[in-house]
């Protein structure tokens, strides 16, 4: 009868507790997050114009090319092969497991 009092007490406290407020986050004028206050962070709340976003957007790295995917399936599926290549074990019979000390049967 306790732990069912005690468990909806602690979760009664746990939903009355107040929630816990993040700091803002305030950007440079090139777009990166930084903390407020230093040196070339615009104030808190500032945003870049459209036109600057839009600079910003363009200058991100690009995509994967076709040549990068091509080579990131041919790792993954080559690793997904030797994984299939493994030998079958389960931890269920003995001979899964190599002999400890003591599993000889006595002579």
């Known amino acids: 009868m306790r732990r069912p009092i005690l468990a909806a007490a602690t979760a009664g406290l746990m939903l009355l507790a107040p929630a816990a407020r993040a700091a803002p986050t305030c950007i440079t004028a090139a777009g990166d997050p930084v903390r407020c206050g230093t040196a070339g962070a615009l104030p808190v709340g500032a945003a870049l114009t459209p036109a600057q976003a839009f600079d910003r957007r363009w200058s ?31 931890g269920w019979s003995d001979g899964d497991w190599d002999e400890q000390e003591g599993d000889r049967p006595p002579r």
């Open 60 to 90: 991100r790295a690009p995509d994967l090319t076709l040549e990068q995917a091509l080579a990131l399936v041919y790792i993954l599926g080559a690793l997904f092969a030797v994984i299939a290549l493994l030998p079958p074990f389960d």
